[in-house]
C-alpha cells in the first residue's frame, strides 16, 4: 500500500498576506487550512516573522538547523540510495524512512540502544527474526539490511493498524499495547512523544518537497 499524501492542485491563488496552515494526520494524508482550525495545525506559510516560524512543531532548538543537517550531512547522503530503494520496493513514503532513522538513531549506523535495538532503524532482534529471518547483530547492523528491514516492519505495521500514527506507536511501544489501546495510541507518554515528533519532523521533510507556491495546494476549510 503506497503512502500518497493527498495533497490536490488547484488553479486557486493564495494573496500575499494569507496564511497556509498544515499538518500529517494520523492516516497519512497533509492537511491544509487558511487558519489554525485546531492545535495540530502548524505555519507552514504566511508571515515568517514569529518565533515559531521554521522549526518542526515540539523541537526546542532551532530545528531548521536540523533540516539544514539532513540536506547536507555525509552519513545521511551516504544512506539516501538505500532509503529510495526500500521505500520504493515496500511501498513507503522515503521521508517517513528519513524521520523515523533521525528520531531512532541520528542515523549512526552502528546504534545500540540499552534495551539492544539495533543500527539506523533501532531494531530488535525480535523484528530481525520476524522480518528478515535473522537475529544476528552483526547482520541487523548492516544498514542495507537494517533499512530494508524497517522499511518491511513499518508497511506490515501500517497494514495492520490502518494508521501511521499508531503503526509508529507499535514500533515504540509494542503491537499488543496498540492493540489493547485499540489500535491507537495509547496514554504513554513516551510513546506519544516518539509518535509526534516523528510526525511532525515527516511533515517538516514533506515541506521539503511541496510545490513552492502556495496557489498550487488545496485549502480545507470549516
Not at 15 to 39: C, M
Amino acid at each position: 500500500m503506497k503512502l500518497l499524501v493527498a495533497l490536490v492542485l488547484s488553479a486557486a491563488p493564495l494573496s500575499a498576506s494569507a496564511e497556509l496552515w498544515g499538518y500529517v494526520d494520523g492516516a497519512g494524508v497533509a492537511r491544509v487550512a487558511t487558519k489554525q482550525l485546531n492545535g495540530s495545525y502548524s505555519l507552514i506559510m504566511g508571515d515568517p516573522g514569529g518565533s515559531d516560524w521554521g522549526r518542526v512543531p515540539g523541537k526546542q532548538d532551532a530545528s531548521e538547523n536540523l533540516l539544514t543537517w539532513l540536506d547536507i550531512a555525509p552519513e545521511v547522503k551516504q544512506h539516501q540510495p538505500l532509503l529510495r530503494e526500500a521505500a520504493a520496493r515496500n511501498g513507503v513514503d522515503m521521508e517517513l524512512l528519513k524521520a523515523i532513522i533521525t528520531v531512532e538513531s541520528g542515523y549512526k549506523q552502528d546504534a545500540v540502544s540499552p534495551r539492544g535495538a539495533l543500527g539506523l532503524m533501532q531494531l530488535t532482534p525480535d523484528a530481525g527474526q520476524r522480518y528478515a529471518k535473522t537475529r544476528d547483530h552483526k547482520a541487523l547492523l548492516n544498514p542495507k539490511t537494517n533499512v530494508e528491514t524497517g522499511a518491511r516492519m513499518l508497511a506490515d505495521l501500517i497494514r495492520r493498524f490502518g494508521r501511521i500514527d499508531a503503526a509508529l506507536a507499535a514500533w515504540n511501544a509494542g503491537e499488543g499495547t496498540v492493540r489493547r489501546a485499540g489500535n491507537r495510541v495509547p496514554d504513554i507518554a513516551e510513546t506519544q512523544a516518539h509518535v509526534q515528533l516523528v510526525l511532525e519532523l515527516y511533515w517538516a521533510l514533506l515541506q521539503r518537497s511541496l510545490p513552492a507556491t502556495a496557489r498550487q495546494l488545496r485549502i480545507e476549510t470549516q
